[in-house]
């Protein structure tokens, strides 16, 4: 491979967007290729085998662009396609690329934000049933108690521009009621879905003040930097010009209406054809 590549980031629809703004901000002399599988979202009510088809499909096609290394900057598709394309797809078919998640590097630091040894997961159907997180946690922190609570309502509320409106003060207000009461040692919550970010104005205004929230962009942000110090063959032969694409499987139009409010400006995508 020669030095022109790019860093591919994937999800589902709108949500990596904030994940890829946190990216931006640590490292962003690479080049990015950005694809949201808006066609299909959202994937979190969907089954293991069709999130790992549409995950599938969407990284291929990021390896034909030319990206060595993909980051899956979305929950849903790290919880239920990663695992097995790193084991079952990556040694045999595309032994020179890499395809990292957002599930292992918060895995990793979530003990920094607790002192009760007790977190709460808020996350999309699909996250929820993987309990992706209860493993990866328990493999880093096992003394960590772990409570997970869906928030199905979140994802439609951000997709459609609802989520700062009176409208959403309901659903917050049920999720999180629902996550605090089944355990009153909680003192971290993790939004482990990349839309929920967006909804933090109005969690912290019901949210207890001894309660940590975090969120991943600058988790995953730091997590990529520190891969590619460690994987020099990686790093290298990704283009350093600063340039950054978007594609979308959906209508482009709508796409780039919705990037002022997950990414923080205007963009051009193009389209992208799936399935």
């Keep these: ?41 959202p994937y979190g009510d969907h089954s293991f085998e069709t999130v790992y088809r549409y995950t599938l499909e969407c990284v291929e096609w990021l390896f034909s662009q030319g990206c060595p290394l993909v980051i899956l900057a979305c929950n849903t598709a790290s919880a239920k396609a990663l695992r097995s394309i790193q084991q079952n797809v990556l040694p045999y078919k595309y032994p020179g690329r890499r395809v990292l998640g957002v599930i292992r590097p918060t895995a990793e630091v979530i003990g920094n934000y607790t002192d009760s040894k007790t977190v709460g997961v808020l996350g999309t159907r699909g996250t929820v049933k993987s309990a992706s997180y209860l493993m990866e946690i328990s493999k880093f922190y096992p003394e960590i108690r772990v409570l997970q609570q869906s928030c199905p309502m979140w994802v439609p509320l951000v997709e459609n521009n609802e989520h700062l409106g009176p409208g959403a003060d309901y659903f917050v207000e049920k999720y999180i009621g629902r996550i605090l009461e089944a355990d009153d040692r909680i003192d971290c919550l993790l939004l482990a879905c990349t839309h929920y970010p967006l909804l933090i104005p109005k969690i912290r205004k019901i949210l207890p003040e001894n309660i940590r929230l975090m969120a991943q962009g600058e988790i995953v942000a730091d997590s990529l930097g520190d891969y590619l110090n460690r994987h020099p063959e990686i790093e290298q032969i990704i283009a350093k010009e600063g340039i ?4 979308t499987s959906g209508d482009t139009e709508n796409f780039d209406r919705h990037t002022s409010v997950f990414f923080g400006e205007h963009v ?7 399935g």
């Design 1 to 41: 491979m020669e030095n022109r590549h790019s860093i591919g980031i994937f999800d589902s629809g709108y949500g990596g967007l904030t994940i890829f703004k946190s990216i931006i901000g640590k490292l962003p002399e690479y080049n990015y290729i950005y694809l949201g599988d808006n066609a299909r979202t």
């Design 268 to 274: 051009a995508s193009e389209p992208m054809s799936v």
């Design 244 to 247: 950054r694409k978007f594609f």
